[in-house]
């Protein structure tokens, strides 16, 4: 029988399988990022047909991302009620959306433009006052 006799070892099988992180020279760049779009609609905002007052990008929400952010337009420009219209016809709708979570109805493209008209919230008051007064003004004439 032979003798076994023992391999050379080289500088490559003495080193560890995994390296050191703490003394590795060169760190890892193993950090991953996802950027996605979010769905955005360019708005054309008119005060009782006049303006527009405002042109700004809404982000789309709900599930799909499809969805007009109508309260929250409702509530920075104090409207109570909006219309999409066509400039050119002046015909327009109105929008609709669901009180729970303000979000409209009818859904939208990404990188759409629309022309909404909004009707003030003071509107209302101001009108019922100037009803009142109407039949005060008449009895003090005649």
């Known amino acids: 029988m032979g003798e076994i006799e023992e391999a050379s070892t080289s500088a490559d099988e003495m080193s560890p399988l995994l390296p050191n992180p703490k003394t590795d020279a060169i760190p890892s760049t193993r950090t991953k990022s996802v950027k996605t779009k979010v769905p955005e609609i360019k708005v054309h905002l008119y005060k009782q047909g006049k303006g527009p007052i405002d042109e700004f990008t809404s982000s ?3 599930w799909e991302q499809d969805q007009l952010e109508v309260r ?11 219309y999409a219209f066509k400039p050119e016809t002046g015909r327009g709708v109105p929008i609709r959306f669901n009180p729970r979570n303000g979000r409209s109805i ?3 493209r990404d990188g759409s433009e629309i022309h909404i008209d909004g009707e003030p919230k003071w509107c ?3 009108l019922a006052r100037t009803w009142f007064l109407l039949p005060l003004t008449n009895m003090g004439i005649g």
């Open 60 to 62: 789309l929400g709900g």
């Open 124 to 126: 209302q008051g101001q």
């Open 106 to 108: 009818l859904t939208y």
């Open 72 to 82: 929250d337009i409702l509530d920075k420009y104090g409207l109570k009620s909006v």
